[in-house]
């Protein structure tokens, strides 16, 4: 059974940055994606950057790019996501999931339909990201 714990939440000043760690543990395998979703007060829950284990491709919602950038280190069985820039409408709680599929669709699908008609391998149980204006 995969276990996925979540870190680096906070409460910051716009224009601040914050660093959050997914580690995954409990599987021999690694998986092929591994993704950070988030839940905005009174919004569904959206994809916001994921990262193949295979050759590290990145994707990234349109609303962070520039700002975000996602980075695994298999070594601790660490994906980071990097969030720079802060804004207000980046307040949310983030969530990682990894997708241990053999038959993967790919980063950029996963990362799009995860949160949505795409079924996840498993979930983390959050971190919540709070930024003031």
């Known amino acids: 059974e995969v276990h996925i714990v979540e870190s680096g939440g906070g409460v910051v000043q716009a224009g601040s940055a914050l660093r959050l760690s997914c580690t995954v543990s409990g599987s021999t395998f690694d998986p092929a994606v591994i993704g950070w979703f988030r839940q905005a007060p009174g919004k569904e829950r959206e994809g916001v950057s994921c990262?193949?284990?295979?050759?590290?491709?990145?994707f990234y919602a349109d609303s962070v790019k520039g700002r975000f950038s996602i980075s695994n280190d298999k070594a601790k069985n660490t994906v980071y996501l990097q969030m720079n820039n802060l804004k207000p409408e980046d307040t949310a709680v983030y969530y990682c999931?990894?997708?241990?599929?053999?038959?993967?669709?790919?980063?950029?699908?996963?990362?799009?339909?995860?949160?949505?008609?795409?079924?996840?391998?498993?979930w983390g149980k959050g971190t919540l990201v709070t930024v003031s204006s």
């Open positions: 999931a990894v997708d241990y599929s053999g038959e993967s669709p790919g980063v950029g699908y996963v990362c799009r339909f995860g949160a949505n008609y795409y079924a996840m391998s498993g």
């Open positions: 990262i193949s284990s295979i050759d590290a491709v990145g």
